[in-house]
């Protein structure tokens, strides 16, 4: 069964997506590419660790959200710099 979104739910997801975005526009002009999968991995790990650390000390929803958001805007980039650079390679050769 197909379930639909309310309004209040596609305005929240509307709110995350644009804070994702600017989360990974930000990660973007600070810091380098991933220079390989491996690398891609460990910072997406690094994230996912730093909410799990939240997590398990029953953290503040705030924190919650903004390391929840830090691993969605790393999973973005490991496939912008990371999979999307492979896709491009193997076009060109």
């Known amino acids: ?3 639909v979104m ?11 997506l644009a804070d994702v975005k600017n989360e990974l526009t930000r990660a973007i002009d600070l810091f380098e590419t991933f220079h ?5 991995y460990g910072v997406l ?12 000390i029953n953290g503040d929803n ?7 958001i830090q691993v969605a805007a790393m999973a973005v980039r490991f496939v ?4 999307m650079r492979r896709v491009n390679d193997n076009e060109h050769t």
């Open 80 to 83: 912008l710099d990371v999979c």
């Open 1 to 3: 069964m197909k379930r």
């Open 45 to 56: 790990l690094e994230e996912v660790d730093e909410l799990w650390d939240i997590v398990k």
């Open 62 to 68: 705030e924190a919650m959200i903004e390391e929840a």
């Open 36 to 40: 390989s999968a491996h690398e891609g």
């Open 6 to 16: 309310n309004n209040q739910q596609e305005k929240n997801i509307d709110v995350i």
